[in-house]
């Protein structure tokens, strides 16, 4: 039962060091982690919103590619129809609107009027295609006192043509301005109820292409499209070169030079980094092929659009794709991306402790036996002031006590040898004793005890 008891006790004791070295770790490192933890960036959503005009810019049609490309990487894309980019950025800009992402035209808004807007860069251009009826004219200020249909109330089409006009000095009396929408529009040109008509579209746009091809209408050619793109640093300059919609046809029939706003991808500045960077590689996919006026890998680019890039659009148009989303997939990337900062812990803290913890369990329970040495200091010190046989008995019973008490302590096997150090030096202490005792007389039977003790 005894034996029993020391074991348990054993068992206790070694339990409580390991929880008196462990626990302030633990505490530490849970603290570290905690501290981490909210540093740490939330998983991306599995669900994205896309804002996108249906007749503006070809943005309906980018949406569905961008659903399409995102739904093998497991987020699922709803696609939120608006009336122009206008209003798709003020979606944007309304935190309760749900609105992730938009597809909006180049000179629309800027960051004054969103501040919460930033651009994940542009997709293509979008020429500017203005129609008409009668003579030949190479500029926006013939079209004074004509009817024009400028795009409905909130899209980038109308936002630009206004623009334009008010810089040609059109608008006034007996000049119309006409929102309609682009079909509508068309078809009243083609009836000769309006005289002009602005259309954002791409050019492979099969609506503009059959216009084009409609007699009696009319392509503008800017003349000072040089001018223009001076003024107004979104828009570009393009040659429209003579039968590219339709070679058999010669359509046109000759060159057109036009003016191109750009579509972009604009995003709230609260977007999920790896959102991201998954939408600028579907962008780098649905946009970077040749086009009309588009050339290989012109685009995604880094061109003006009135907003701030984020960081990861700048960090993409410098670097690339980021090394994990190249090589990893889209969920694997996101969760690594994420966890990587929990390193911090294990290398600030967990380093450190894993070399402080031991030293700390080495230090319980040697201490123990440590302590114990000043007793024996102490008896040394007395010895040497001469003590008679009355007190050096006495010191050799505080001597044994200490002996009897250190056999007590409960020790890990791995630490035993310093209680067998104790038990040699208090055996060299009780020599001195015996000694001493020796000399100044017979000895009495714990002198006799202690001799057999060190013999």
């Given at each position: ?11 206790r ?26 540093f ?46 206008l209003?798709?950025?003020?979606l ?7 609105v ?15 501040p ?5 860069g542009?997709l293509s ?30 899209s ?5 043509s ?10 006034a ?7 309609l ?15 002009a ?26 003349s ?14 393009h ?6 919609l ?17 579509a ?16 600028m590689?579907?962008?780098s ?30 960090r ?12 990893l ?43 114990w ?16 046989r ?53 000895p ?12």
């Amino acid at each position: 039962m005894k034996k029993d008891s020391l074991k348990a006790r054993l068992r206790r004791t070694l339990r409580w060091d390991l929880w008196m070295t462990l626990g302030p770790a633990l505490v530490i490192v849970s603290i570290a982690f905690a501290v981490t933890f909210y540093f740490v960036k939330p998983a991306p959503p599995k669900k994205l919103v896309i804002a996108a005009a249906g007749d503006e810019g070809g943005f309906r049609y980018f949406a569905r590619k961008y659903q399409e490309i995102l739904a093998k990487h497991g987020v699922t894309v709803e696609i939120r129809p608006t009336d122009g980019s206008l209003t798709s950025i003020k979606l944007l800009e309304d935190e309760h609107s749900g609105v992730d992402v938009a597809f909006v035209q180049s000179g629309t808004s800027d960051a004054t009027k969103a501040p919460r807007v930033v651009s994940l860069g542009s997709l293509s251009y979008v020429p500017l295609w203005v129609f008409y009826r009668g003579p030949t004219i190479d500029d926006l200020n013939a079209l004074q006192g004509k009817r024009i249909v400028v795009g409905p109330e909130e899209s980038g089409t109308r936002a630009l043509s206004m623009k334009l006009l008010e810089a040609n000095g059109v608008g006034a009396a007996p000049t119309e301005l006409l929102s309609l929408g682009r079909d509508e529009a068309i078809e009243q040109l083609k009836q000769g109820k309006v005289d002009a008509v602005f259309i954002v579209s791409p050019a492979e746009s099969p609506p503009v292409q059959r216009l084009a091809r409609v007699p009696d209408i009319n392509l503008l050619s800017f003349s000072r499209g040089e001018a223009y793109v001076r003024r107004y640093p979104y828009l570009s300059r393009h040659v429209l070169p003579r039968g590219v919609l339709d070679l058999a046809a010669d359509v046109p029939d000759h060159d057109v030079v036009m003016l191109a706003p750009t579509a972009n991808l604009v995003a709230t500045d609260a977007l999920h980094p790896a959102l991201a960077y998954l939408l600028m590689r579907a962008a780098s996919e649905v946009h970077g092929k040749a086009g009309i006026l588009d050339r290989t890998g012109e685009f995604p680019a880094a061109l003006e659009a009135g907003f701030p890039f984020s960081s990861e659009a700048r960090r993409y148009y410098q670097s690339g794709v980021p090394l994990l989303h190249r090589y990893l997939p889209f969920w694997a990337a996101s969760l690594v991306d994420r966890l990587w900062v929990m390193l911090v812990p294990f290398i600030a803290v967990l380093v450190p402790l894993g070399r402080v913890a031991p030293a700390l369990y080495q230090w319980r329970v040697r201490s123990r036996i440590f302590r114990w040495y000043a007793r024996l200091k102490e008896i040394e010190l007395q010895l040497e002031e001469g003590p008679g046989r009355e007190m050096l008995e006495e010191m050799l019973r505080r001597l044994d006590e200490a002996e009897r008490e250190v056999n007590r302590i409960p020790m890990p096997l791995a630490y035993a040898e310093n209680l067998y150090f104790f038990r040699e030096h208090v055996d060299v202490v009780r020599r001195r004793l015996t000694r001493r005792i020796a000399e100044s007389g017979e000895p009495s039977s714990e002198v006799l005890t202690a001799q057999e003790k060190t013999a």
